[in-house]
């Protein structure tokens, strides 16, 4: 037996070289995938969490990107 998780809502990441990643939020739960990542990160209690987790897993110096519900 699967069993499959729907997603509510997507905010996608743009930065200035492009999407650099994604945030969907299933139930009260948020998780992070940046462009490239096998597995989601988190998960997060709110949108401004995992905003500011993608943020960070960027690295040092990285721009904080547009997010923007898709």
Do not use: C, N, Y
């Amino acid at each position: 037996m699967s069993m499959s998780t729907e997603m509510e809502q997507t905010w996608v990441a743009a930065g200035p070289a492009g999407t650099v990643g994604s945030i969907h939020r299933t139930g009260e739960a948020f998780h992070v995938r940046l462009r490239g990542d096998a597995e989601a990160r988190g998960p997060f209690d709110s949108l401004d969490v995992a905003k500011r987790a993608l943020h960070a897993a960027l690295g040092p110096g990285a721009e904080r990107p547009d997010f923007r519900e898709h």
